[in-house]
């Protein structure tokens, strides 16, 4: 039985969230220039977002670019960039071909504007394909987010629009770049860094946890589903015990 054929399609996480990482290791094992890792990430990444598409997962999100990333060597930035813009316009086609929606979330306005542009255009291009959501985090930080959602929260109070004392999780959900998306029940890493890094901190509040010694760039579609394994034979408690969730 292969690992694919072992996955319970009852139990697939709805949201996979993934922290790739390790492609400037990758590339140093080589004996290449970072940005030779990060070229090579994008096969990983097209492996990946096949692989859950193919398996029914509905929302894969990808830790693209951290708001920490631009302190970066300058070319380092520049060229990650380019990346991005090559890689959404050549692959918008296949996105479509395959029903995925491409969604972005963190401060997208500070991406160069081809940047920017591009990405807008794809995801205009993609919005009314059902299969699977890929939503790219670019120029993301969980803090960044938290601070806004409170900002526009509190301006709602100042206004007389929403009173302090309705505030609930949902309230603050609903301010997160992640409003109508759920959360994930799985956060890969790769790498062997065992660090959440400013990544999904709300909304990873209860999700599962793996961390894989894979460098980004050798990850591959066997390893999706050996994280996928690894979930499913976990035991989602919430808070309550063993015996409660019988
Ligand atoms: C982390 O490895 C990786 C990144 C900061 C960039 C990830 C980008 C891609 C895979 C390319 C394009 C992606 C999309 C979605 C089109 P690192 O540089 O921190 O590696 P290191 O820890 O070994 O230095």
Redesign the pocket.
């Known amino acids: 039985m292969s690992l694919k054929e072992k996955i319970n399609p009852a139990k697939l996480p709805e949201h996979i969230a993934i922290i ?7 590339a140093k094992q080589q004996g290449e220039e ?1 940005i030779f ?2 070229e090579n ?2 096969k ?2 097209r492996d990946t977002v096949e692989a859950a598409a193919e398996i029914g997962v509905k929302y894969l999100t ?1 830790y ?3 708001t920490e ?1 631009w302190n970066r060597p300058q070319e380092e930035v520049i060229a ?1 960039m380019q ?2 813009v090559h ?2 316009n050549a692959e918008t086609a296949t996105l479509n071909k395959n029903s995925i929606r491409l969604q972005a979330i963190g401060d997208l306005k500070s991406l160069p504007s081809d940047c920017y542009n591009e990405l807008q255009e794809a995801i205009e291009n993609t919005k009314h394909n059902s299969r699977m959501t890929l939503v ?1 985090a670019l120029s993301y930080s969980s803090r960044w987010e938290i601070i806004n959602a409170v900002k526009e929260i509190a301006k709602k109070v100042e206004e007389k629009t929403l009173s302090a004392s309705e505030i609930n999780e949902d309230t603050i959900a609903k301010h997160l770049c992640t409003a109508n998306i759920p959360d994930p029940e799985l956060m890969i890493r790769t ?1 062997g860094e065992h660090r959440i890094s400013n990544f999904l901190l709300w909304q990873l509040a209860y999700s599962e946890l793996y961390f894989t010694d894979k ?2 760039p050798d990850f591959r579609k066997e390893d999706l589903y050996e994280a996928i394994l690894d979930y499913q034979n976990r035991e989602r408690r919430f808070g309550k015990t063993s015996e409660q969730l019988v």
Do not use: E, K, P, Q
């Open positions: 790739m990482d390790g492609n400037g290791r990758w970072r890792g990060h990430g994008v990983s990444v990808l693209a670019f951290s990333n990650l990346l991005l890689t959404i790219l790498s460098l980004w």
